[in-house]
């Protein structure tokens, strides 16, 4: 169980690019603290509107993650670099470094790149909803381990040297892993073949999280697209904007479904000839910060989201071109 | 949609296609969990909040429920209570979301009896018959044994009686707690008592050791890096030290501790799975054979113990009367329910020596006892000195160290340069610590029992390792039972054992200050 921290935040320090480590390490001097986490590099971009909302992601993220937090703000001064610099208390009980940077894109690229604590894992998350471009993003591709963005609608396709991770995938992981439980009856599994149609609800006006889903099990099943046989239905069922409310898979006298049931609670119900099955599943629901830690662990193999990714981003574009 | 040909469809062989990329292998199958002694202190303190933190995570499948079985009588209603209370008393339980205490209230029943006749074991049956129903017809179970060892045999027995062993309608499972069994014979009757019933592959012996996350980081540091491994033998290795110490004393365990003594308490199990963990040679993958595998294999390389070499290789000590935290505290022998003048051994030192290619002529030394100064586990890998010594001052070993509990984490000593003008080294420690990772770690129970529900048997020791540890203590138990030491007590409480230790480890080595 993890306790409340008592710990105070430390800072923020306004200071310049040289002059960041320094301010890190006087704070640092203050916690009398023997630990520090090197444990990699998390540089989140974003804009001032959206900063918030990155922040509050950020201040629940552990530093098993990521020791060093670099915010990057792209709607910065023209012209100018203003940092600031922070430590952070974590819920486990020791601190992370925080470095919020305010500058433009060119600033931010020439400021960021030598404040990356060297040799670790870098992780870049683009925390904004305008397309990336330019140097910037081209150099912290350059060097992550990781790029986690709202695949679908940003142009970040795949790459071999970074691992593209998507948070709206992450946080259906729980409703991947009920799924998953449905067919763990070899009798549920062999039903599998006579499964021709897919439709999925989801909370909110986000259908991308939907949509990853249905390319996974689409990849699952070997169905070659997603045109034709899934559906995506808004719902409200009390979750959050862009989580999975639902879902049925349907075909020749077979029947499985999921439905949010209040809370974290999920019906299932599996229908074949000669069988009724219904069960209850606990499908935890994800803050922005457990999510954002779920892809930052890389807990499955990075080819399972590419597959999901191209089915569903070839549906997006056919639908597009429409 | 191109159809496929229904004989090659995923899921046509019966397998799970959504399990193949899944972050765990694959979940539970719909299971019950029936725990013997459930309204015992370890499943009140450890297993129910273990349980109920795996349930609360969705990690226990999509139909799972939980049997208590007691000699106590109780309407399943009042069980539901107690395991209740029980989760809101424990530190160990994870903070409930709303609602989820009352969801996970639903899953509990209770049936109790008593356990040398069949009418509990009938009980349990319908349990699992009225579960089936409801889990699509499957009829796992895990039976967890938290009870005092001398009902292991009867509740295997009548298990075994009703059929409960049998898988033909789902799987069936048996955890069965320390201590397995007292000495080699106990543990061999045991072990044959359990096999009439239950397969090996059935079996799961639970050494919570075992599921200590930094125990496991052990093998991921050895094995999931290449720089240790050419170091890991007889040519670097000068010796190596594994140290289990308690600063408690009884706690009002002296009937159990009398019997038991700490050969059995603690160096039969805890402390030679850590020597085999950091002994055994790689294993051909990490699964449950292979490791198991390796461990039997290197136990089997130490030189035996017989009664007649215990004195060359081990040092027994038992505490008086002392010191700790700044209070005063009372010997072994006046503390509440033990015997007067009781030689119940508190402390061991032990040097293994291992006769295999990798080991000849590196000693192991293992220590344990209770009212030492502090409460620490650690495996430190000591190092050969240079071969010659070019600076002034004398030469140190690195020390490659294993902190299990606490501040969990790796460091190794080495020697510097200090600054200034003369070219003067010390000793300098570079440190790793788990809590720099800033999370929690996870209780070894739910991982324990989690990998039980799985049937991933790689964290159980298995029949011959069990057998192999009480071959190797045998001498130690005989020589602690027969030969009782003229000199108890022998080390204050509040300090690290008695001077036999210390000429133990020898005249150019010490162990280390923690």
């Known amino acids: 169980m993890t306790p409340p921290t008592t710990l105070p935040l430390l800072g923020p320090v306004e200071t310049s690019v040289r002059g960041a480590q320094a301010a890190l390490d006087d704070l640092w001097a203050q916690t009398q603290a023997e630990t520090r986490a090197y444990t990699g590099n998390i540089i989140a971009l974003t804009v001032g509107r959206h900063l918030a909302r990155v922040e509050e992601a950020l201040a629940g993220l552990e530093g098993r993650y990521a020791g060093r937090q670099i915010i990057g703000v792209m709607d910065g001064p023209p012209g100018e670099v203003r940092v600031q610099v922070s430590l952070v208390p974590q819920p486990g009980g020791l601190y992370i470094e925080r470095l919020r940077l305010w500058a433009d894109p060119e600033g931010l690229q020439g400021a960021i790149l030598p404040l990356l604590r060297p040799a670790t894992v870098n992780h870049v998350w683009w925390g904004a909803d305008t397309r990336p471009e330019g140097v910037l993003l081209s150099e912290l591709t350059e060097i992550a381990d990781q790029v986690i963005a709202d695949s679908l609608t940003l142009d970040i396709p795949p790459a071999r040297h970074y691992a593209l991770a998507d948070l709206g995938w992450s946080r259906s992981a729980g409703w991947r892993e009920a799924l998953?439980?449905?067919?763990?009856?070899?009798?549920?599994?062999?039903?599998?073949?006579?499964?021709?149609?897919?439709?999925?609800?989801?909370?909110?006006?986000?259908?991308?999280?939907?949509?990853?889903?249905?390319?996974?099990?689409?990849?699952?099943?070997?169905?070659?697209?997603?045109?034709?046989?899934?559906?995506?239905?808004?719902?409200?069922?009390?979750?959050?904007?862009?989580?999975?409310?639902?879902?049925?898979?349907?075909?020749?006298?077979?029947?499985?479904?999921?439905?949010?049931?209040?809370?974290?609670?999920?019906?299932?119900?599996?229908?074949?000839?000669?069988?009724?099955?219904?069960?209850?599943?606990?499908?935890?629901?994800?803050?922005?910060?457990?999510?954002?830690?779920r892809v930052m662990a890389r807990p499955e193999r990075r080819e399972v989201f590419e597959r999901a990714w191209a089915l569903a981003r070839a549906q997006l574009e056919a639908e597009r071109a429409r | 949609m191109n159809a496929q040909h229904p004989a090659l469809a995923p899921g046509a062989d019966g397998h799970n296609p959504f399990r193949a990329a899944m972050r765990r292998s694959r979940a539970p199958e719909p299971a019950t969990l029936v725990i013997f002694g459930a309204t015992g202190d370890l499943a009140r303190r450890k297993l129910l909040p273990a349980v109920f933190g795996l349930w609360q995570d969705g990690l226990l499948g999509s139909a799972f429920n939980i049997v208590?079985?007691?000699?106590?009588?109780?309407?399943?209603?009042?069980?539901?209570?107690?395991?209740?209370?029980?989760?809101?008393?424990?530190?160990?339980?994870?903070?409930?979301?709303?609602?989820?205490?009352?969801?996970?209230?639903?899953?509990?029943?209770?049936?109790?009896?008593?356990?040398?006749?069949?009418?509990?074991?009938?009980?349990?049956?319908?349990?699992?018959?009225?579960?089936?129903?409801?889990h699509g017809g499957r009829k796992n179970a895990l039976f967890y044994l938290s009870t005092p060892p001398s009902l292991f045999e009867p509740i295997s027995n009548g298990l075994g009686r009703l059929g409960l062993a049998d898988e033909s309608e789902g799987w069936r499972r048996i955890v069965i707690e320390k201590p397995f069994g007292r000495d080699l014979t106990s543990a061999r009757e045991l072990n044959g008592a359990i096999h009439r019933v239950w397969d090996e592959s059935q079996v799961y012996r639970i050494d919570h050791y075992l599921g200590k996350e930094t125990v496991q980081n052990l093998m991921a540091i050895r094995f999931g890096n290449a720089i240790f491994e050419p170091l890991w033998n007889r040519a670097m290795i000068d010796h190596v030290q594994i140290t289990a110490a308690e600063d408690l004393g009884l706690?009002?365990?002296?009937?159990?501790?009398?019997?038991?003594?700490?050969?059995?308490?603690?160096?039969?199990?805890?402390?030679?799975?850590?020597?085999?963990?950091?002994?055994?040679?790689?294993?051909?993958?990490?699964?449950?054979?292979?490791?198991?595998?390796?461990?039997?294999?290197?136990?089997?390389?130490?030189?035996?113990?017989?009664?007649?070499?215990?004195?060359?290789?081990?040092?027994?000590?038992?505490?008086?009367?002392?010191?700790?935290?700044?209070?005063?505290?009372?010997?072994?022998?006046?503390?509440?329910?033990?015997?007067?003048?009781?030689?119940?051994?508190?402390y061991v030192a032990v040097k293994?020596?291992?006769?295999?290619?990798?080991?000849?002529?590196?000693?192991?030394?293992?220590?344990?006892?209770?009212?030492?100064?502090?409460?620490?586990?650690?495996?430190?890998?000591?190092?050969?000195?240079?071969?010659?010594?070019?600076?002034?001052?004398?030469?140190?070993?690195?020390?490659?160290?294993?902190?299990?509990?606490?501040?969990?984490?790796?460091?190794?000593?080495?020697?510097?340069?200090?600054?200034?003008?003369?070219m003067v080294l010390r000793e300098v420690v570079m440190d790793f610590r788990y809590d720099a990772f800033g999370a929690p770690l996870e209780s070894p129970y739910s991982?324990?029992?989690?990998?039980?529900?799985?049937?991933?048997?790689?964290?159980?020791?298995?029949?011959?390792?069990?057998?192999?540890?009480?071959?190797?203590?045998?001498?130690?138990?005989?020589?602690?039972?027969?030969t009782p030491p003229q000199d108890f007590p022998n080390y204050p409480a509040g300090t690290w054992g008695p001077e036999a230790a210390d000429e133990l480890i020898g005249p150019d080595r010490r162990w280390r200050r923690l």
């Open chain 2, 352 to 422: 293994l020596e291992v006769d295999n290619w990798r080991w000849q002529g590196v000693p192991f030394f293992l220590r344990t006892g209770k009212r030492l100064p502090k409460k620490v586990t650690e495996i430190a890998v000591v190092f050969k000195r240079p071969p010659l010594g070019m600076f002034p001052g004398g030469l140190e070993r690195n020390v490659l160290a294993f902190r299990i509990q606490p501040d969990e984490g790796v460091s190794l000593k080495f020697s510097s340069k200090s600054p200034g003008q003369e």
């Open chain 2, 447 to 482: 991982r324990l029992l989690l990998d039980a529900m799985l049937g991933d048997a790689t964290l159980f020791p298995r029949e011959d390792e069990v057998d192999c540890a009480w071959q190797l203590v045998s001498g130690l138990l005989d020589t602690a039972g027969n």
């Open chain 2, 68 to 134: 208590g079985v007691g000699r106590q009588e109780m309407t399943d209603e009042g069980f539901k209570d107690y395991a209740l209370e029980a989760l809101r008393s424990s530190k160990e339980t994870d903070a409930p979301q709303p609602g989820s205490l009352e969801k996970f209230r639903e899953l509990l029943y209770y049936e109790y009896g008593d356990f040398s006749g069949d009418e509990v074991y009938d009980r349990v049956r319908q349990e699992l018959d009225r579960a089936g129903d409801a």
């Open chain 2, 251 to 346: 706690e009002g365990r002296a009937g159990y501790y009398e019997e038991a003594g700490v050969v059995r308490d603690m160096l039969q199990n805890h402390l030679l799975q850590l020597f085999a963990l950091t002994a055994m040679e790689p294993p051909v993958a990490f699964d449950a054979g292979a490791i198991r595998d390796e461990k039997v294999k290197v136990l089997r390389a130490v030189r035996p113990i017989p009664a007649g070499r215990v004195p060359e290789v081990a040092a027994f000590g038992q505490y008086g009367p002392g010191t700790l935290y700044g209070e005063a505290l009372p010997g072994y022998r006046e503390e509440p329910g033990v015997r007067e003048g009781s030689t119940t051994p508190t």
């Open chain 1, 180 to 293: 998953a439980q449905l067919f763990d009856s070899p009798d549920a599994a062999r039903q599998l073949g006579r499964v021709r149609e897919l439709r999925l609800t989801y909370a909110g006006d986000n259908d991308l999280p939907a949509r990853l889903f249905a390319g996974w099990v689409a990849s699952t099943l070997g169905w070659p697209s997603l045109e034709g046989v899934t559906t995506y239905r808004p719902q409200d069922c009390g979750r959050e904007n862009g989580d999975l409310c639902g879902l049925e898979l349907r075909g020749e006298g077979v029947r499985f479904t999921l439905r949010a049931a209040g809370g974290d609670l999920v019906r299932s119900e599996c229908a074949w000839p000669g069988m009724t099955r219904r069960t209850e599943l606990n499908v935890p629901r994800m803050t922005l910060a457990e999510g954002l830690a």
